[in-house]
């Protein structure tokens, strides 16, 4: 039992790594685009506000880690947990080598219902729990790109007001900017991100009846935050190349809105206790504020991609998850 609880938090540890390289790149993207950060400046500006964010607060990790299903009261716990996270590190590796912006929540999320299914049965998921985590990850997007817009629009007024000339002049003040919006988003992101795996750790750990409640420990924030941390450190050179480049031409004053407006979206679902994508978040808000810009100029092909794999990760990490909980049964059970 210790030996795979020790193994599940390796594993959930990984996980975390992994989603740092995968998903920070998208809060530093917008900055090295504009050039208002070197990308060595970037990747180690968010390690640092990653690990920051993630010992902020628990309150998503207690949303995975009980609100999908009790695991106090689930059968084959462990081998679930396993399973989970088995399912999330393989889809996020895969959509990293394509440079895909593909959701780690999504992934988690998925894999960790279709992993319930196959150990306990349809019964054991608490799919109310399940539809309102799954609400918020489908709604947050279209809020970004519509809030994201939004800001951008007001924006855009007050520079024609000013006139072309002081476009420069507003240019180089965004790019000055852009260095606290693209930190305070890498902090929100370690705050909601680190949290998801903080949350299946904390899952098995009732499932073994280690702890009788869903509180986050310090040593599993601890340990959380210091692997989204050096994962960031890596940088995900692949999807800041797709999300800085392909899916629009990314000015400062839209770069700094399209991180401002994702803070503020994932500061408030943080708050609330919900997990999201900040992947989504961050890629909706820069269509978003692109789409005011130049709207012909968004590149809609990659957008599609982008979405079609959005809409697959969560039926393919539950299918996966399934799956593979049935090998693990039939191999040890």
């Known amino acids: 039992m210790l030996t795979l609880l020790i193994f599940i938090v390796v594993l ?173 988003l890498s902090f929100s992101h370690g705050g909601n991100d680190a949290q998801k795996a903080m949350g299946i750790i904390v899952f098995a750990l009732v499932a073994t009846g280690v702890q009788t409640d869903l509180d986050v420990p310090l040593w599993v924030k601890l340990l959380a935050a210091t692997a989204m941390g050096l994962g960031s450190s890596i940088g995900g050179w692949r999807i800041i190349n797709t999300v800085s480049k392909k899916l629009i031409k990314i000015e400062p004053i839209n770069g700094f809105a399209s991180d401002l407006n994702s803070s503020i979206i994932i500061q408030a679902s943080t708050a609330m206790g919900m997990p999201l994508s900040t992947t989504h978040v961050i890629s909706s808000s820069i269509i978003g504020t692109g789409s005011v810009i130049r709207f012909y100029d968004v590149k809609w092909s990659v957008v599609t991609k982008m979405v079609t794999t959005w809409v697959i990760t969560i039926p393919i990490s539950m299918a996966l998850a399934y799956v593979l909980c049935k090998i693990l049964f039939g191999l040890f059970h």
């Open 12 to 184: 959930a540890l990984v996980f975390d790594f992994i989603n740092g390289f995968h998903d920070t790149a998208n809060a530093i993207a917008t900055s090295i685009s504009t050039r208002a950060l070197t990308p060595k400046t970037a990747v180690i500006m968010a390690a640092v506000l990653n690990f920051l964010g993630a010992v902020f607060s628990s309150e998503v990790a207690k949303t995975v880690g009980g609100k999908i299903a009790n695991p106090a009261v689930i059968p084959n716990g462990l081998m679930i947990v396993i399973a989970t996270l088995f399912a999330a590190i393989a889809w996020n590796l895969i959509t990293w080598y394509f440079g895909i912006p593909s959701s780690s929540s999504h992934t988690l999320i998925g894999s960790l219902a279709g992993a319930v299914v196959a150990g306990a049965g349809w019964g054991a998921v608490n799919w109310s729990g399940f539809k309102e985590i799954i609400l918020i990850l489908v709604l947050s997007p279209i809020v970004a790109f519509a809030t994201g817009f939004l800001i951008m629009w007001i924006l855009k007024q007050i520079i024609m007001a000013k006139g072309n000339s002081s476009r420069t002049k507003f240019n180089r003040l965004f790019r000055t900017l852009q260095v606290f919006s693209a930190a305070l």
